[in-house]
C-alpha cells in the first residue's frame, strides 16, 4: 500500500469538513482506507483508494464527485484544484491538477481555500451530496 502524502492529506481534510452526515461518513473511510495508487500526471495527480468492506458507505450507494476545494502555492502560476470522486458509496479517488502549467516536483508554500472564499458553502455542497 501506498501512504498519503502531505498534500493529500491537508486537501482530503477541508473536502471533509463540515457537519453534514455524508462527510462523517467519508471522514470515516478515509481514516479506515488505504492508499493504492499515486500516479502523476504532468499537470497533477490521481490518488486511488480502497476501503474496506466492512466500513459503512453512504446510503444508497450513489456515485459522484466533488471539489470546492482550490490552492495556490508560491511555485505556481494559475492556482490548483481538486475533485474528490466517490463510487458506489465509497471514497474512490482523489484528482489534484494545475491550470495551465506542468505540475511542480514539490508545492512550495500551499494556502488551501473554499471555492466560493473563506466559509464553504455548506447548502450547496449538501444539496449535491444528497441528491444522488
Known sequence: MTRLT???KQVLEML????DEVLALLREQAKHGNVTSNKETGVGFYTQFVVPSEVAR???RPTFRFGDVNGTAENVKHGLGFILFVKDGALASLEGYTYHEPWPDEIGELK?????GP??????????LHEQ
Do not use: A
Open 112 to 116: 488551501l481555500t473554499y471555492s466560493e
Open 16 to 19: 471533509l469538513n463540515g457537519d
Open 58 to 60: 453512504v446510503p444508497g
Open 119 to 128: 466559509i464553504r458553502n455548506m447548502d450547496k455542497l449538501r444539496k449535491l
Open 6 to 8: 502531505s498534500l493529500t
